[in-house]
């Protein structure tokens, strides 16, 4: 007779180890019921109290002390026993504390702040989103630019190519291969984007690409509403430092400026086609000259703009 009661399955069977010569899941399931039935653990003595906790967790948010960059669970705990919050503790303690707090993995997070009650900010907010709100018109299209800076990085070894036993390898070293600024030029209604470089940031190679822009593409259009942050080289100004004044003042009269906020490029969709491009072309690679980078980020336009969709 197969026994049912909690008395007897511990009498024949008092130890785990023996259910593995019991074959039916069921007898083995009250086996094992029986087994922690009999085998309880003593309740969990609790170290810290509310306030304690709610001590250390105001701790752990504030700046770390002075020759320290981040926290430290031997950091945190030596600073609350310095305190007085406790007079000793573990720092699987501590560990604990902040885990069921949600609080072991508090890195810090670096958004774009705007100002608070700032009136400016929200004109020239306003202004932009109701050039993005504009119907399409091919006379008056909306153009949206930015500008990212890139390190060029060459290789000082020869790089292992993949095979089926291991991943491509790449030397840790690398050479610095000086830098360039990438322009991006993006139409949102005409799903178009276009992205090219030059050697620096300077007003008189963002003209010289402005210039390109609107005779090429904009060549037959009245003017080109321009969306563009408030950077230094983004000035009328800029046009009559590349070209003689009569020309300067051509180019302009085919331009409006819209400026995002100041501290709110982020309004700025040229933005959004920068961080794809940066995922989808650049990201873990090493560009090691100009000609390269502007190879790269050309085929990624045209690659782009013909996948395009809507």
């Known amino acids: 007779m197969v026994p049912t009661n909690n008395g007897a399955i511990s009498t024949k069977l008092p130890t785990p180890g023996s259910i593995a010569c019991i074959r039916s899941p069921s007898i083995q399931f009250s086996i094992f019921q029986c087994y922690l039935a009999h085998h309880k653990h003593p309740p969990r003595t609790k170290i810290l109290d509310g306030e304690q906790d709610a001590k250390i967790i105001v701790t752990r948010l504030v700046h770390p002390p002075s020759g320290y960059a981040n926290w430290s669970l031997r950091l945190l705990t030596d600073t609350v026993i310095e305190l007085g919050i406790v007079e000793s503790v ?34 020239c907010m306003e202004e932009v989103l109701e050039t993005y709100q504009r119907a399409y018109d091919k006379e ?78 904009y060549g037959d259009c009245k003017k080109i509403i321009l969306v563009c942050d408030n950077l230094n080289t983004h000035t009328k100004g800029a046009f009559y430092e590349a070209f003689e004044p009569p020309r300067a003042r051509e180019l302009l009269n085919k331009v409006e400026f819209c400026y995002t906020p100041k501290h709110g490029s982020w309004l700025n969709i040229a933005e959004n086609e920068l961080s794809a491009m940066t995922r989808q072309c650049l990201k873990d690679r090493r560009i090691p000259d100009l000609e390269t980078l502007k190879t790269e980020i050309r085929v990624w336009s045209s690659a782009t703009n013909d996948k395009q969709r809507g």
């Open 90 to 123: 573990s720092k699987e303690t501590v560990r604990r504390t902040l885990k069921k707090n949600h609080m072991t993995q508090r890195a810090i997070q670096y958004w774009v702040i705007p100002p608070e009650q700032d009136a400016e900010f929200v004109a």
């Open 140 to 217: 008056y299209p909306v153009v949206c630019m930015d500008e990212q800076p890139v390190q060029l990085t060459k290789e000082t070894r020869k790089t292992i190519p993949a095979t089926k036993n291991h991943a491509q390898r790449q030397d840790y070293e690398y050479e610095r291969a000086g830098t360039a600024s990438i322009f991006m030029f993006t139409e949102p209604l005409a799903g178009w984007r276009e992205a090219t470089a030059r050697e620096r940031r300077i007003k008189i190679n963002w003209a010289t690409e402005m210039a390109r822009l609107i005779d090429d593409r």
